[in-house]
């Protein structure tokens, strides 16, 4: 039984399996029926025992046998469902396709990785492989048989591909494997891949050196093993190039923001200060001119990975001050009272009462025994 990957928020991918399910369960029910009515009996069991290659092909044959007008209020009920019912959904659908002898998802999963390892098969195909696989380890089960059955190392393979939408597929696939999982984390990180990951996030492609930053986040979270490679392969590094390169995609910028933050929480949670590149001078100065792009999403990140920075023992307040973050948080506080829209005037009532909070930290960091009252 697959168990559920905690705070993993893809409930969406698990109402597309129960919608194929009710598409199953419609199809199931009516066409025993429909033989009989035609003299042929019962073959449900001979039909589907192995007749599926793929997801896509179960769901358009499942579709294609359903009554609609069944398959319309199915749908509409399991959007109504809560986290407990559609596990007990998903629970009976398992029965029912095991009844059905449906393949499981290890023998999807099994076919997909022939596929990847099969050199003459088509980027089409390949590609296809690789996004079945994807929905595959989103239960945590099957993240934690993807080395068994020999996925891992098809997919590491692919970070290597010549073609991006493999490349940004094979690091989507690692990234959801690994996500809240220590086991798969510690294999991929065996397997050598952080180095071709990092690698990734120097990509002109925004999407690829997206999917990179990520694979990089879920492979190195709460793993101290992993942020010590990370560190390693000289992380810090291409942290810098996103924040302080022209011409890189905001979103990309905000991701690599939140994994500072998120690096730096753990280092204070933990007590682990193994990571001290996040007090060097440099990457302090790259995500403190980070406030001075008008984005009130990205200065609000900005200000929540500084705020973590300062509470670190590690940084120096002085460097701070020698990037000039005091002044630039006078001009954020400025900019932020001159708000002409009012859709944006509480949103940035909010992140100025964090700007706020920012600047008591520094003061008081840089004057320890003082409280110096925010500007």
Same mark, same amino acid.
């Given at each position: ?24 369960l419609?199809?199931?029910l009516l ?10 009996g019962?073959v449900v069991?001979d ?8 997801l ?17 209020e ?5 959007q109504?469902?809560s986290? +407990? ?6 629970h009976?659908?398992?029965d ?17 990785? /022939?596929?990847?390892?099969n050199?003459s ?5 390949? !590609?296809?492989?690789?996004?079945e ?5 989103e239960p945590?089960? $099957?993240?934690?048989?993807l ?5 891992? &190392?098809?997919?590491? !393979? ?7 939408? #493999? ?14 999982n220590? %086991?798969v ?11 071709? %990951? ?7 492609? /925004? ?6 930053? =990520? ?9 101290? $093993? ?9 992380? $810090?590094?291409?942290?810098?190039h996103?924040?302080?390169? $022209? ?12 994994? #500072? ?5 753990? !280092? ?6 193994g ?13 403190? +001119? ?21 509470? %670190? ?5 002085t460097?701070?001050e020698?990037?000039?973050?005091d002044?630039? %948080? ?16 509480? =949103? ?9 909070? &920012?600047?008591?930290?520094?003061? !008081? ?7 110096t009252a925010?500007?």
């Open positions: 039984m697959a168990k559920a990957r905690p705070h993993s928020g893809r409930s969406g991918h698990r109402r597309r399996n129960l919608l194929l399910a009710a598409a199953l419609s199809a199931a066409l025993p029926a429909e033989r009989e009515a035609a003299g042929g019962s069991e039909d589907f025992a192995g007749g599926f290659g793929s896509d092909s179960m769901l358009q044959w499942a579709i294609g046998n359903s009554d609609p007008g069944r398959l319309k199915e749908a509409a009920d399991v109504k469902l986290e +407990d019912e559609l596990l007990k959904r998903r009976e659908i398992k029912l396709m095991e009844k059905l002898k449906m393949p499981s998802d290890a023998d999807l999963m099994k076919i997909a990785i /022939a596929d990847l390892n050199a098969i088509s980027l089409e195909d390949r !590609q296809r492989a690789l996004q696989l994807l929905i595959l380890v945590i089960d $099957n993240a934690n048989d080395d068994k059955i020999g996925g891992l &190392v098809p997919v590491i !393979q692919d970070l290597n591909n010549a073609n991006e939408e #493999i490349r940004i597929t094979s690091a989507w696939i690692l990234g959801t494997a690994s996500q809240n220590a %086991l984390q510690s294999q991929i990180l065996g397997y050598g891949a952080l180095a071709r %990951l990092v690698k990734m996030g120097y990509s002109t492609s /925004a999407k690829e050196a997206a999917k990179a930053m =990520y694979a990089i986040s879920a492979l190195i979270r709460n793993n101290v $093993n992993g942020q010590e490679a990370f560190a390693l392969e000289n992380g $810090n590094a291409m942290l810098q996103i924040l302080g390169s $022209n011409g890189v995609d905001l979103r990309l910028q905000k991701k690599a923001v939140f994994l #500072i933050t998120d690096l730096a929480d753990f !280092q204070l949670n933990s007590g682990n200060s990571l001290t590149f996040l007090s060097e001078r440099v990457l302090l100065k790259s995500v403190t +001119d980070m406030l001075s792009k008008f984005d009130l999403d990205l200065q609000e990140k900005v200000l929540l990975a500084i705020r973590s920075l300062l509470k %670190l023992p590690s940084t120096d307040a460097d701070l020698s990037c000039g973050l002044s630039v %948080l006078y001009r954020l506080g400025v900019q932020l009272e001159e708000l002409p829209s009012e859709e944006q005037k509480e =949103y940035a009532g909010e992140v100025d009462a964090l700007r706020r909070e &920012v600047e008591m930290l520094f003061q !008081q960091k840089l004057k320890p025994g003082t409280a925010a500007l």
